[in-house]
Structure formats: C-alpha cells, structure tokens
C-alpha cells in the first residue's frame, strides 16, 4: 500500500515528498506518482533540472491577459495585439484549452475571453466566481464597435446555463449573440445519439449545397 | 445466494464527475436500487453510444454490470432530459437545487420510491411554474417527510402540547414549533407567524406538487416559510445547500 507523503519500505523520504506532490496532479494516481518519481530519480540532472525550472517559470511568468483573460507570457496576449484579428468578434470559451482547440481550426480570425470555468450551482460557482463581469467590463468598454459575441461553452448543463445568462445579460445591447452548432459529431451514429443532441440536430439542420 | 451480474434500473442522473481520460462517474437516483455512484467508460468521447447521456437531470433506462470499485454502464437509453427545466439558468439552478437535496438526504443503495417518484414530478412542476417556489418548498417539506426529518407543526416540541393561534415559534434544531413557555437549551428559537405555519401545514397535507393550490402568498410569508425549512434542511444535512447560495446570489443579476 502506498502512501503518499511516507517513505515507503525501501524507499526514501525525498522519494516520498515528490511522489506526495506528484500525486496531487488531476489524473495521477498514487501507483503513477510513484513511477514518474523513480522515473526522474533515474534521468540526468539536468535534465530533472530543466523539467523543475519550467514548472516555476510558468508560476514566474504566467499571468492572465487583461483583455481576454488567457493565459499568456505578456498581456495583452499574441491574439489581442494581433492587429489582423477582427476586433468586432468575440468568442467566449469556458477553458484556455478550448482556446487552443478553436485555433487549431485555423476557421476563426476574431478575439476571444476566457472565463475559466462556467456557472455551476451544484458547486456554488457563481457569476463573480469566474471571469463574466471581465467580460461584461469589456462589452460594455469597448472602443472598437462589437458586431458579434460568439458563446462557445461545452454543450452541457453547466455550459448552457452559463450561456443563457450571458445571452440575458447581452440582450438589448445591440451585439448578436451566437453559439456553436449543437448536433451530430463527425463520425456519429443517429442510433445512439441521446434525444437532446438529435432534438438539437434536427432543429439546427441546413440545406445541402 | 450470489447477486446476479448485470441489473436493470431507471434513474435520474442527479450530478456526474469527469474521470480519466473520458470517463464519467454519474451519481444517480433509481427507484429500485436508491442512490448508485456508477461509471459511465467513454462517455466523454464524441462517438460513444454513451455521448451526452449522463447529464445531470436525465431520467435513463439503465443496464449495469457489478464492478469492484464501481458499477458500470453497460447500456443506456434516455427517457426524458426534462429539457423544459434546462431552458434557462434559473430554472436549471432550481431543478439542480431538488438534486443537490436529494443527493444530500438519499442514502447509497437504499431504495426510496416515493422520494424518487417526489422527485420527478418536483422537476415537472418546475416545468410548468418555473418562477414558482410553492413547488421547491413543498419539495423541502415532502423531502424532510420521506427521509424521516418531519418538522413537529401541530404540537410543541418540547413539552408536547398542542399548539395555540399566535403562541408559537420555531426552532430548526429541535425539530419544529415550540410554544411560547419552552425554550431548549443551545437552540436558535426563531419567530413563525400563523399565515407562515398554516402554509407549512398546506404543503404537509398536500402529497403531490401538482395538488397545490393556486395561491397569492405574500412575499414576506414566503420568505418566512422559506427560512424555517431552509434552517432545517441545512441542520440536518450539516452543510450549506450550494445551489441556494447560488439562486440568491443571481436573483438580483
């Protein structure tokens, strides 16, 4: 049995500390923990040294963009001072990695706000607990005319109530509010697919072309 | 007797947890089997057959296999999303708020059908009265009633006698009305108007939300009624209801 934090038999106490912090990471267990610390007990200096340094240059230098709230070495970030991206676009996602997978697309040349989670009652995460009024700030402040606020948040519960109280909020404002299409994954079958996403797909359906 | 391998249940997903890569952990309520924690493998991947099945509030037809750790979700089939209560944040705040509650008062594989049939046509009052909390206080008292916590509204807790108009109040921690002479010692006594007791009675008596009466109840009587049970539920389940905290919180938003 593997204790983190206790050296275990055979093992030592610096082993147990790192196996201890390792073991706090989402998605390391303790048997993980324990393999990725031998692991780097095993490899070269500096190479153990190089792994070390970049975990506090992140905590040193990352910092949040005081425009659209993701992560990023200088603010306001690379996207932001992009004077090539449309500025009268924002896309709202709920995670930095979300961000990144929209990127990926290469489909979208606007900005973006993260809000670092969604609106989730069972966990009592409220509008202040999470980056909305940043964004409502920007909306309401910003200099360049905004034509579209685009919600991206995960098609889940928390994601939808999350998105039905930014489209509240934005109402009357003049801006459209989209959000992402909802239906059919590429590589889908109808068969299983639950009633939402086939309710979904059905009222989002287009004309072929 | 060994227990078969696989089961079949029906049950409403009341809160779901992300686990590994695309798992998914769903705590749900069933009417033959109680509260099961069971896994849902792959069901965060876009493709599985399991995509989008284990969102809280779903009402499923279930078939699962015993595990060691878990149970696991070997098929699924939803039979409603109860997608009329999911079309606004305020209303999913309120239905996720009958979750929570049950969540908290329901205990692990001990079957409970009246609290789960409660339970549903709680969701479907939210349905049709999305901005009314008759139905979430009738919840809070029916609920109180099914896991055994009725407050005392008829009789004083303490020395036992039945209650006068206008000589009573109300203490959570010791478990309903008290008459005017009693007091327990370390309990927080709090004032109950008679319009605010009669309201408690109301939904005592009525078994069913869509029994309840239209009524016009003054906002101060409400939020009265809506303390005292509050109180209670938040003393037994000995922690704040977080999705409370939420619907305050955006009420003015």
Same mark, same amino acid.
């Given at each position: ?11 030592? #106490? ?23 610390? $031998? ?9 153990? !040294? ?34 090539? !991206? ?21 489909? $979208? ?28 700030? !920007? ?9 579209? *606020? ?18 509240? #909020? ?11 299409? !909802?239906?059919?994954? *590429? ?17 989002? #359906?287009?004309?072929?072309? | ?14 809160? +779901? ?14 009417? @033959? ?15 599985? +057959?399991?995509?989008?099945? =284990? ?30 209560? +999911? ?20 205990? @692990? /594989? ?28 009738? =919840? ?73 009466? /239209? ?8 939020? @009265? ?17 977080? /999705?409370?905290? =939420?619907?305050?919180?955006?009420? /003015?938003?």
């Amino acid at each position: 049995m593997i204790t983190p934090g206790q050296p275990t038999p055979g093992s030592t #106490r610096s082993l147990g500390q790192l196996v201890a912090e390792l073991n706090r990471l989402p998605g390391v267990g303790p048997k993980s923990a324990q393999r990725i610390a $031998y692991h780097i007990a095993q490899i070269p200096a500096e190479e153990a !040294r190089g792994l070390a340094e970049a975990i506090i240059a992140v905590k040193d230098v990352l910092l949040f963009c005081a425009e659209c709230r993701n992560l990023t070495d200088a603010s306001p970030c690379d996207i932001c001072a992009n004077p090539q !991206r449309n500025r009268d676009q924002i896309c709202v996602v709920e995670d930095p990695r979300d961000l990144v997978a929209l990127e990926r697309t290469r489909a $979208y040349r606007g900005l973006y706000h993260v809000l670092h989670g969604v609106l989730s009652p069972l966990n009592g995460v409220g509008p202040e607990d999470i980056h909305l009024p940043q964004l409502f700030a !920007r909306l309401d402040g910003a200099s360049d005319p905004l034509q579209e *606020v685009i919600i991206a948040t995960n098609p889940t519960l928390e994601g939808d109530a999350t998105a039905d109280f930014i489209q509240r #909020r934005l109402s009357g404002s003049g801006v459209t509010i989209t959000h992402l299409a !909802r239906g059919l994954p *590429v590589g889908g079958t109808l068969e299983f697919a639950d009633d939402t996403t086939l309710t979904r797909a059905l009222s989002g #359906r287009s004309p072929l072309e | 007797m060994t227990q078969p391998r696989t089961y079949r249940a029906v049950g409403l997903t009341l809160r +779901k947890r992300l686990a590994g890569e695309a798992d998914v952990i769903a705590t749900m309520l069933t009417r @033959e089997h109680g509260k099961l924690d069971v896994l849902a493998r792959g069901a965060r991947r876009l493709t599985s +057959k399991l995509m989008g099945h =284990f969102e809280p509030l779903t009402l499923l037809r279930v078939a699962v296999a015993r595990g060691r750790a878990l149970d696991v979700i070997s098929e699924a089939e939803v039979i409603t999303a109860f997608q009329s209560v +999911k079309t606004g944040y305020q209303t999913t705040a309120r239905a996720l708020y009958v979750a929570e509650l049950v969540d908290g008062f329901s205990a @692990e /594989s001990n079957a409970n059908p009246a609290l789960f049939d409660l339970t549903l046509q709680t969701l479907n009052a939210i349905a049709e009265q999305p901005m009314s909390d008759l139905p979430l206080r009738h =919840f809070d008292l029916r609920l109180l009633d099914l896991s055994g916590f009725l407050p005392e509204l008829y009789c004083c807790i303490d020395c036992g006698a039945e209650l006068e108009p206008e000589r009573h109040r109300y203490a959570a921690g010791a478990g309903g009305t008290l008459c005017p002479d009693c007091a327990p010692p370390d309990t927080l006594i709090r004032p109950l108007s008679l319009p605010a007791l009669k309201v408690l009675r109301l939904l005592h008596r009525t078994a069913q939300p869509a029994g309840l009466p /239209s009524l016009n109840i003054p906002a101060a009587v409400q939020n @009265e009624v809506h303390s005292a049970l509050s109180a209670t539920l938040q003393y037994w389940l000995d922690r704040p209801v977080q /999705s409370q905290r =939420f619907l305050d919180a955006t009420k /003015s938003a």
